[in-house]
């Protein structure tokens, strides 16, 4: 597997075509139409063409609207959606036809003016509401809100705090020499409701008093009956907006049987605003229009096929070296390793002119899975989740990598499992032993709680092939390139530094060791300068020393892994079988090792991943490739066939 070779596309066509050719491309879905800021920055070109105009804005907005109508579908209509969607497949006439489109469209506008209508109801009850808790307390008060009293006597409602003694507020009333009378309509925890009746005239000594002990005024200019009256039609309108409530929502939920066409018409809408993304990266005079892109090489034949047919003025190239960093990057990838498009994609895509590494990276992630679960009880579990959901929802893109990477090293995790002779730890040993009284055990070649030393040294040898490997791909790519002084100092002196340590080891000779300390001085001594060659043999030896020995050491989490997920599962086996009931040990033991799974299914995760991109492609990966994104039909919902 390799990076997909890419080809330079320049094409010159008419304005009238621009919606026939774009079409046709989406269809094609192959070619990716790159910015033209090349062509912008020139001031020849930029004073006869500028960019196409398109409809991207209103169709995202439309999109949004879809996207909306389809969330109140499953909040008001009891349409599951569930953690997956499961994808239907449609082919590409009627997916790109217009009957399904228009149906669609008036669906979502009634939808979304439901949604409106039931936004306004929420509003105006909640009002309602609002307007009914202020005149609550007043209700006992058989006196119009709005009263103003008569041509002598003054009428005024107000509030006080809770706290304030009401009976010492009427004896300073009554000192202040004032004809007043201070009534209590109701009270609360916060504060008291309080009609003061007083002669006009004294009503501003009266207000004096009072103010002293927190009153505030209050009005009511807008209601015109007594308070209870206002209640009673308060209690109406709350009920007639909590009736027409009802009726949207029923009508929201009886939308539920147009999920699936909304569903189609987002993933078309989708479609189209792709179609108009590209459409902005045009160039036109007005007559004609100008593209500029990037096509698979494989893919080119079809292309030209098209193009010709359109009868359209194209160029295709091999793009220089320095274009390489601007060429976008896909990966050329089988069942194997396309999973690993996850891993690749999460950490960077390499550049165009690097390896793949999906290929040289699957064998060891999947193996090394595999190790450290090491239990055929989570292989069998991981097995049939994988199979499970590419099968039954079909998920594209990370989604679908994820489970398909699930699935594979599902089936290293069972193999290891087999080899140790776990399965949910030590839970058929217990089974065994509850139920009969023997002693059971499932063969095993070894195990990590009796062989963790060899375990050890064993992840730590494949640790030493992975690096290996990783510095013989760096060896070939220098090699290609005519750097032979590097691969030779670099990689083939180390190599003889690691065989000479194992020729010594084993007592065969120790000139080879020799040698490559020879090589490992001679490099910065050639390739240094002035005094940097000293300091260069000195720089060199640590680097690479302490370079190479803690990128091994790291290996040791293989085992530690795998002893820990045993250890964890049989510590749980070992917790439910205390009480000799097999329901119970049954129920703990599953709990248990939920936990266990749940947790190693990230840890292995995590750490696999922490293994392949620091300690082995920093001996041979350049990232900072672009991915290659064609104008193409991507669906959520759907597959066009």
């Known amino acids: 597997m390799a990076i997909v070779k890419m080809k330079k596309l320049r094409v010159v066509a008419l304005s009238s075509q621009r919606e026939q050719l774009l079409r046709q491309l989406l269809r094609l879905g192959c070619v990716e139409v790159s910015q033209p800021e090349e062509i912008l920055s020139d001031p020849r070109w930029a004073a006869l063409l500028h960019r196409e105009n398109s409809e991207l804005p209103a169709m995202r907005t439309r999109l949004a609207e879809v996207q909306t109508?389809?969330?109140?579908?499953?909040?008001?209509?009891?349409?599951?959606?569930?953690?997956?969607?499961?994808r239907r497949s449609i082919p590409e006439e009627e997916f790109l036809g217009d009957?399904?489109?228009?149906?669609?469209?008036?669906?979502?506008?009634?939808?979304?003016?439901?949604?409106?209508?039931?936004?306004?109801?929420?509003?105006?009850?909640?009002?309602?509401?609002?307007?009914?808790?202020?005149?609550?307390?007043?209700?006992?008060?058989?006196?119009?809100?709005?009263?103003?009293?008569?041509?002598?006597?003054?009428f005024r409602l107000g509030v006080c705090p809770a706290?304030?003694?009401?009976?010492?507020?009427?004896?300073?009333?009554?000192?202040?020499?004032?004809?007043?009378?201070?009534?209590?309509?109701?009270?609360?925890?916060?504060?008291?409701?309080?009609?003061?009746?007083?002669?006009?005239?004294?009503?501003?000594?009266?207000?004096?008093v009072l103010r002293h002990r927190g009153f505030g005024a209050v009005a009511f200019p807008e209601v015109s009956g007594t308070p209870a009256e206002e209640l009673g039609r308060l209690d109406l309108a709350l009920a007639e907006t909590a009736r027409k409530r009802e009726e949207t929502l029923t009508a929201l939920a009886s939308q539920?049987?147009?999920?699936?066409?909304?569903?189609?018409?987002?993933?078309?809408l989708t479609a189209e605003a792709a179609q108009q993304e590209s459409q902005e990266r045009l160039l036109t005079d007005g007559t004609i229009l100008f593209l500029e892109g990037w096509v698979p090489a494989e893919k080119a034949g079809k292309l030209e096929s098209l193009l010709e047919k359109?009868?359209?003025?194209?160029?295709?190239?091999d793009p220089l070296p320095e274009e390489y960093p601007e060429v976008p990057v896909q990966l050329k990838n089988n069942w194997l390793t396309r999973p690993l498009n996850m891993v690749t994609e999460m950490y960077s895509l390499p550049a165009y002119d690097n390896v793949d590494p999906n290929p040289l990276m699957a064998p060891f992630f999947i193996l090394f899975y595999g190790l450290m679960m090491a239990d055929m009880g989570y292989g069998i579990l991981m097995m049939l989740a994988g199979w499970y959901i590419t099968t039954r929802y079909r998920p594209k893109g990370t989604m679908g990598h994820m489970f398909s990477?699930?699935?594979?090293?599902?089936?290293?995790?069972?193999?290891?499992?087999?080899?140790?002779?776990?399965?949910?730890?030590?839970?058929?040993?217990?089974?065994?032993?509850?139920?009969?009284?023997?002693?059971?055990?499932?063969?095993?070649?070894?195990?990590?709680?009796?062989?963790?030393?060899?375990?050890?040294?064993?992840?730590?040898?494949?640790?030493?092939?992975?690096?290996?490997?990783?510095?013989?791909?760096?060896?070939?790519?220098?090699?290609?390139?005519?750097a032979y002084l590097d691969a030779l100092l670099e990689e083939v002196t180390w190599w003889i530094v690691f065989a000479g340590i194992g020729c010594m080891a084993l007592g065969?000779?120790?000139?080879?060791?020799?040698?490559?300390?020879?090589?490992?001085?001679?490099?910065?001594?050639?390739t240094g300068k002035g005094l940097g060659k000293l300091t260069g043999v000195f720089a060199s030896l640590y680097n690479h020393v302490t370079g190479f020995f803690s990128d091994i050491l790291s290996y040791s989490r293989i085992m530690a892994l795998m002893l820990a997920g045993s250890v964890i599962a049989q510590v749980f086996n070992t917790l439910g079988a205390i009480p000799g009931n097999i329901v119970i040990f049954v129920v703990i033991s599953m709990v248990g090792n939920a936990l266990n799974f749940a947790l190693n299914l990230l840890g292995c995760y995590v750490h696999d991943l922490r293994l392949q991109c620091l300690e082995y492609f920093n001996k041979f990966y350049e990232d900072g490739g672009k991915p290659f994104q064609p104008l193409a039909i991507n669906t959520k919902y759907v597959d066009v066939e």
């Not at 609550?136 to 041509?151: E, I, K, V």
């Not at 003694?165 to 009534?183: F, I, P, Q, R, Y």
């Not at 539920?256 to 078309?268: C, M, S, T, V």
């Not at 062989?451 to 290996?468: E, K, N, R, Y």
């Open 405 to 482: 990477l699930v699935g594979l090293c599902g089936v290293s995790t069972f193999i290891f499992g087999a080899v140790t002779g776990g399965f949910f730890g030590d839970f058929l040993t217990q089974v065994v032993k509850l139920t009969t009284g023997g002693d059971f055990a499932l063969p095993a070649l070894f195990t990590p709680l009796n062989d963790t030393l060899p375990i050890l040294i064993g992840s730590m040898a494949l640790g030493f092939v992975q690096i290996v490997t990783g510095m013989a791909v760096s060896l070939v790519r220098k090699v290609k390139r005519g």
């Open 310 to 317: 359109e009868g359209c003025a194209y160029e295709l190239a």
């Open 256 to 268: 539920g049987e147009h999920q699936e066409a909304l569903r189609l018409y987002a993933d078309r």
């Open 69 to 86: 109508a389809l969330d109140a579908l499953g909040k008001y209509s009891g349409v599951k959606n569930g953690l997956f969607i499961r």
């Open 163 to 208: 706290a304030v003694d009401l009976g010492e507020v009427k004896n300073e009333l009554s000192a202040a020499e004032e004809a007043a009378e201070l009534l209590e309509i109701s009270s609360d925890r916060q504060q008291h409701y309080l009609l003061l009746i007083c002669w006009r005239a004294g009503e501003d000594r009266a207000m004096e």
């Open 508 to 526: 065969v000779t120790n000139a080879v060791l020799w040698i490559g300390v020879a090589l490992v001085v001679a490099g910065p001594l050639i």
């Open 99 to 154: 009957g399904a489109v228009k149906a669609a469209g008036a669906v979502t506008d009634e939808i979304n003016g439901l949604l409106q209508t039931l936004a306004r109801l929420q509003n105006e009850e909640s009002g309602l509401a609002s307007r009914r808790a202020v005149l609550l307390p007043w209700q006992a008060m058989d006196l119009p809100l709005n009263s103003p009293g008569t041509a002598h006597v003054l």
